[in-house]
């Protein structure tokens, strides 16, 4: 993480670039972004020192329309891109956006790695079990019994279980969220980017074109009862009995975090473009 | 997830007061105006428009803290993660309350659901072991809240209530019905 500068300090406001979302309105996403600038801000960072990287899908839409850095990459593959760019340049701040398809079945193996490397990433998942942007699919996280026109009787197939994953994998801060509640969402963030080693935050965000009822998830979630443990044991009980709605962090690890020296350049960028002289 | 808890035992000195209602005013603010981007992007204009309204009245609102404060931009604001109990500001609408169909009814009807909680919040700190100076500027806010619920109130008047199956789209974005 960046230290906080003495400059002036920016708003939530200062990290939203010109270009206007187009998700859905109602959609949890507008206010992941929110929770996003908000944690940026209260952190005392600067666009120029955050990196935002994405995957495919509507959550991750999510750099363009942010003033930081960022690279819209290819489905499923925004970790090791982000991963890459941390051990290249570790005094950026690097956040990296992603869906329940693109981050859990198209990267689920990256997520995996991801988590055992333990690179000082924030990685931040709008969770709204299902695939949006490509008209209502079921996602690894669907529940097995929704009934859709795609999947007549549903899929019959056990959801996926992120935290549990990321624990077991090596996650260093694991957290969830939910839209409805941006500055809850924001705190979030902004104590995962301060925590060091690889930072997972699972965020609810109800698709409310494809899964209106969940709007309902409002009455759904619900403080966690526990404080967060630095226990794996103890937080893998926690979260193998979690119904999915508990909230806040659920646990704080404290693995150091991968930092392997960024190798000395082979090529000066000015060598490199003299690749594209026509 | 935290709710908004009006009545959180808090003590405040004036100046933090005001600038918790200056907050206050501010999210709502730009929470207006992120609706109207959001109406704007899905041809819904006339809800646009109104929301831009709506964005401007708190606007207004906030200029007039700053005057009465003498503050001429952002005073040292609580920190913005703070609020009591957690939560958004009192006065700003959630985001997960917009349909891209909805109707100016519908705006106005979550615009007063937004000034009645302001209300509700701003009487709460009026009843807690506040500096009198803090309870004189709960009751004016709250008293301006409950003009502004009368006005929007008045102003459903003249809106027509949405007809039965107002959100029913012949060209649906859902396909999966």
Redesign the interface.
């Known amino acids: 993480m960046n230290a906080p500068l003495t400059a002036a300090a920016l ?3 200062d990290f939203k670039s010109d270009y ?9 996403d ?2 992941v972004l ?1 929770a996003i600038t ?1 944690a940026l ?2 952190l005392g960072l600067r666009p120029e020192n955050v990196a935002v990287i994405s995957g495919i899908g509507c959550s991750s839409r999510i750099p363009a329309y942010t003033t930081c850095y960022g690279f819209h990459g290819v489905h499923g593959r925004a970790l090791p891109a982000a991963t890459g760019l941390k051990a290249a340049r570790p005094d950026l701040t690097v956040l990296v956006a992603s869906g329940d398809g693109d981050g859990y079945s198209i990267g689920g193996n990256h997520f995996l790695h991801a988590c055992r490397r333990n690179v000082d990433l924030t990685y931040i998942v709008m969770d709204n079990h299902v695939y949006g942007m490509t ?2 699919q079921p996602s690894p996280t669907t529940e097995p019994d929704w009934s ?3 999947a007549p009787g549903g899929t019959g197939l056990r959801e996926f279980h992120p935290l549990v994953i990321a624990l077991a994998s090596g996650a260093n801060y694991i957290a969830r969220g ?7 969402c ?2 979030l963030i ?1 104590e995962a980017v301060r925590h060091p080693g690889f930072s997972f935050v699972e965020i609810l965000s ?1 698709c ?3 899964r209106p009822e969940q ?1 309902e998830w ?1 009455q759904a ?3 966690s009862p526990v404080a967060p443990t630095d226990d794996p044991a103890r937080a893998a009980r926690r979260l193998m009995t979690d119904d999915g709605f508990n ?1 806040g962090v659920l646990y704080k690890g404290s693995r150091p975090p991968f930092a392997g020296e960024p190798a000395a350049p082979t090529h000066a960028v000015q060598d490199l473009e003299k690749g594209f002289e026509l | ?2 709710a908004r808890s009006p009545a959180a035992a808090q003590a405040y000195d004036y100046a933090e007061f005001m600038a918790r209602a200056y907050a206050i005013e501010l999210e709502a603010t ?1 929470r207006y105006a ?2 109207a ?6 041809n819904n204009p006339e809800v646009a428009a109104l929301f831009r309204k709506l964005s401007g009245f708190e606007a207004l609102h906030a200029k007039r803290i700053l005057g009465e404060m003498g503050w001429v931009d ?1 005073p040292a604001l609580p ?3 703070a ?1 009591e109990g ?3 500001g009192p006065e700003t609408a ?7 169909l ?1 109707q100016p009814y519908h705006a106005l009807e979550l615009a007063l659901r937004c000034e009645l909680q302001a209300l509700e919040y701003f009487e709460g700190i009026a009843k807690r072991d506040v500096p009198a100076q803090v309870k004189a500027a709960a009751l004016d806010m709250a008293a301006e809240e409950r003009l502004h619920a009368a006005l929007i109130r008045d102003w459903m008047q003249r809106v027509p209530p949405p007809a039965e199956g107002w959100d029913e789209d012949p060209d649906p ?5």
């Open positions: 708003a939530a406001k206007k979302p187009v998700w859905c309105p109602g959609c949890g507008y206010s929110s908000k801000a209260t008209k209502g859709s026109k795609l939910f839209s409805g509640d941006p500055n809850g924001a705190a902004a109800p409310v074109t494809f709007r409002k979630v619900r403080p909230l | 997830m935290s730009e992120q609706f981007e959001q109406m704007e992007a899905h952002m920190p913005p993660l609020w957690g939560g958004e959630p985001f997960e309350a917009l349909h891209y909805m974005p859902r396909m999966n019905e």
